[in-house]
């Protein structure tokens, strides 16, 4: 039961246009919802977030936007830059779960020059 | 540096061995956790320790265990080791100031099973 959905494995996007990275999910008691970055061979760094109680968080180039009744949400990258080239994973959060993380499988975003 | 080490960076070992992955998690926090991840595959969630206890189980196979010590260093260990077992284990740490932002990994370790 995939409760964190990425259903596009890969994305090709320009650089300097908008990257957007797609997330659903089932559980609608999820509290946070979290983008990761990964680069090969390295641990996943946290990006950006958001509480179920917002519908946008921005933080530079970055934005989630979160639709509760859809059960999506989407990262926007503005404008997209070659250092963007990683794999993105959306996780969520339960916080009386003892704040496990549900983790979506994965995009690999390729920012062509 | 994330806070989080990991060691070794990389392990080659032979079938039917058993590995200690080794873990310092961020000063300050007392959850630790450990992923697989296989062939650039998503994060299989293994195990997690919560000052020194065990707090939740995911796919983690009987030939794995893990603990977490009093210095809130953790352990993972790979006993009768297959082709399969193959794989990035990552790390993470988290404290209660997290919430909203997860966890810190560390680098990984590699472990390539001949």
């Known amino acids: 039961d995939q409760q964190v959905k990425q259903n596009s494995p890969s994305l090709s996007v320009q650089e300097g246009r908008i990257s957007i990275l797609n997330c659903d999910y089932t559980n609608s008691m999820f509290d946070y919802f979290l983008w990761y970055k990964k680069y090969p061979a390295e641990g996943p760094t946290f990006l950006i977030s958001?509480?179920?109680i917002k519908d946008k968080n921005e933080d530079g180039r970055f934005t989630v936007f979160l639709n509760k009744s859809a059960k999506h949400l989407s990262l926007h990258i503005v404008p997209s830059q070659p250092g963007d080239s990683a794999v993105y994973f959306c996780?969520?959060?339960?916080?009386?779960?003892?704040?496990?993380?549900?983790w979506g499988a994965g995009t690999k975003l390729i920012i062509k020059p | 540096d994330s806070g989080v080490t990991q060691t070794p960076k990389h392990l080659i070992t032979a079938t039917g061995q058993r590995v200690t992955l080794r873990c310092s998690p961020r000063?300050?926090?007392?959850?630790v956790y450990w992923y697989q991840q296989s062939l650039d595959q998503g994060l299989q969630f293994l195990i997690q320790y919560y000052n020194g206890e065990e707090r939740a189980k995911g796919n983690i196979l009987e030939r794995f265990s893990a603990q977490q010590f009093p210095d809130l260093h953790s352990e993972l260990n790979l006993s009768s080791l297959e082709l399969g077992d193959s794989a990035l284990y990552f790390c993470a740490s988290s404290g209660p100031r997290d919430s909203p932002h997860g966890y810190t990994f560390g680098s990984g370790t590699r472990l390539t099973v001949v």
């Open positions: 996780a969520a959060m339960l916080m009386d779960s003892n704040y496990q993380l549900i």
């Open positions: 000063s300050g926090d007392l959850s």
């Open positions: 958001i509480s179920s």
